[in-house]
């Protein structure tokens, strides 16, 4: 995992007794998930989610151990963590903690229904969405107040994904937000690289009621009003404008309506409204897979054109989009697009 602050290997969790977690009794490992302790007591980096996992009470800890304990074991070394000084040092862990985190199972509210209960237990706590889809502070914890309003994680924006009035979501009915979970897309995007895999290794697997509960919960969440965005000017508008004709429109269609359940609707995109533009460069420089699933097995590509259009060109491509067919999305800059292009190169 990358993170922020150096590169995290996560270790083996078969039950392999030398390299894994085989000799680990049942309280250590609900010690490891509800208090961020290794088996020889020393602290877990909070990239393991365990501020998420501590909502998780005792019977889902040891029913997770059990379907673990019942999988084939694997022998294979963890690398060491990359990670600078001091944070290479686990006891600055502990002060984070006393900072950020605050152990404790999820605690239901009576005045809402049974179904949002379990909405909210299963996004922050085993499906932890918060963890990806919530901006951080500086020292990598959650900030409370901009909760499921759009995080950020190796070069994607994880957008926005309250459903009441002024969320990312708010266009999406609860069943939407079902099909996307189960399938990986739907009528409004689909599933791409991180998100992908949640769907691939996690929500595809999900009950029918599980997921119409998480959906419940999210669209019970209103969000902030978003100011109107800077519009670009008349001549960015119109360079964007030929170069989507050019190389877009095909698939996306002149309107941005595309193509349901193909090409992804550009007019309304939550990834495209988001404000902060990263996924939208990333998408351009690089083209977009969304993930094949068990209900939808065909990929769904579209071509990269970093090659082909320089930062100016993707700049004035990306305003435009942002800006047409009721989006707003504030005008994207060539810097911008440079920044993503040279932290991508850096990574291969
Ligand atoms: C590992 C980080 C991560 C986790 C965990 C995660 N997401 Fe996402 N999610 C993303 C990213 C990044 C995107 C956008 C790019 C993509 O599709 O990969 C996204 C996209 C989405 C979208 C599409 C929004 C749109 O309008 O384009 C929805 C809906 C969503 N996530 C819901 C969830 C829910 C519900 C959970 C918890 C069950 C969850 N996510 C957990 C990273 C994550
Ligand atoms: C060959 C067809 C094709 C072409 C050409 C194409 N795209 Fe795409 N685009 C796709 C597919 C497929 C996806 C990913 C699937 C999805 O999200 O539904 C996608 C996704 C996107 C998204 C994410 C939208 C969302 O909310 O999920 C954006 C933004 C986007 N394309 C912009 C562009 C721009 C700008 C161009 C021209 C520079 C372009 N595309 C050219 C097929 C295409």
Same mark, same amino acid.
């Given at each position: ?6 590169? &995290?290997? !996560? ?9 894994? &977690?085989?000799?680990?009794?049942k309280?250590?490992f ?15 980096y ?17 029913? +997770?151990y ?14 060491e963590?990359?990670?600078p000084?001091? %944070? ?5 862990v ?6 950020f985190?605050?152990? @404790?199972?999820?605690r ?5 229904? *049974?179904?949002? #209960?379990?909405g ?13 889809h919530?901006?951080?502070n500086?020292?990598?914890?959650? #900030? $409370?107040?901009r ?5 950020r %994680?190796?070069n994607?924006?994880?957008p926005n ?17 079902? !099909?996307?979970l $189960?399938?990986?897309r #739907?009528?409004h995007?689909g599933?791409?690289t991180?998100?992908g895999?949640?769907v691939?290794?996690?929500?595809e697997?999900?009950?029918? =009621? ?8 999210? $669209?019970? %969440? ?5 100011? *109107?965005s800077?519009? *670009?000017s008349?001549?960015?508008?119109? =360079?964007g404008?030929a170069?989507?004709?050019d190389?877009?429109? =095909?698939c996306?269609?002149?309107?941005? +309506?595309? +193509?349901?359940?193909?090409? =992804?609707r %550009? ?10 533009? !990263? !996924?939208? &460069? ?25 090659? $082909?259009?320089t /930062? /100016? ?14 989006n707003? @999305?504030? *005008? ?14 850096a990574?291969?």
């Amino acid at each position: 995992m990358e993170t922020p602050f150096g590169t &995290i290997h !996560t270790p083996n969790i078969t039950f392999d007794e030398r390299t894994g &977690i085989g000799r680990w009794s049942k309280d250590e490992f609900y010690r490891a998930l509800h208090h961020g302790r290794s088996r020889d007591g020393s602290r877990l980096y909070p990239a393991f989610p365990y501020p998420h996992f501590t909502k998780m009470p005792r019977e889902d800890v040891d029913a +997770v151990y059990d379907y673990l304990a019942s999988r084939p074991r694997v022998s294979k070394e963890r690398k060491e963590h990359e990670l600078p000084f001091p %944070l290479s040092w686990r006891r600055m862990v502990g002060f984070w903690n006393m900072m950020f985190f605050e152990p @404790g199972e999820f605690r239901a509210d009576p005045a809402r229904s *049974p179904e949002w #209960n379990r909405g909210a237990y299963l996004v922050e706590g085993p499906g932890h969405c918060t963890g990806c889809h919530t901006e951080r502070n500086l020292a990598g914890a959650d #900030n $409370k107040d901009r909760h499921l309003m759009g995080g950020r %994680l190796e070069n994607w924006a994880a957008p926005n994904i309250r459903g009441g009035r002024n969320g990312g979501l708010e266009d999406w009915s609860a069943a939407e937000i079902v !099909t996307f979970l $189960k399938t990986g897309r #739907n009528t409004h995007t689909g599933a791409l690289t991180r998100m992908g895999e949640v769907v691939n290794v996690s929500t595809e697997e999900m009950t029918e =009621a599980d997921l119409g509960a998480i959906a419940t919960y999210l $669209k019970s %969440l209103d969000s902030e009003a978003r100011a *109107p965005s800077s519009r *670009p000017s008349e001549a960015v508008l119109k =360079a964007g404008r030929a170069i989507y004709f050019d190389n877009c429109s =095909a698939c996306h269609v002149s309107t941005g +309506v595309g +193509v349901p359940h193909v090409f =992804a609707r %550009l007019a309304g995109s939550n990834k495209l409204n988001d404000p902060d533009p !990263t !996924t939208v &460069i990333r998408i351009i420089l690089e083209g977009a897979r969304a993930v094949p699933t068990q209900a939808r097995p065909s990929p769904l590509s579209m071509p990269a054109f970093g090659w $082909k259009l320089t /930062d /100016d060109q993707i700049a004035s491509v990306a305003s435009y989009v942002r800006a047409s067919w009721g989006n707003n @999305g504030a *005008p994207v800059t060539a810097a911008q697009v440079e920044d993503v292009r040279s932290a991508l190169t850096a990574r291969r």
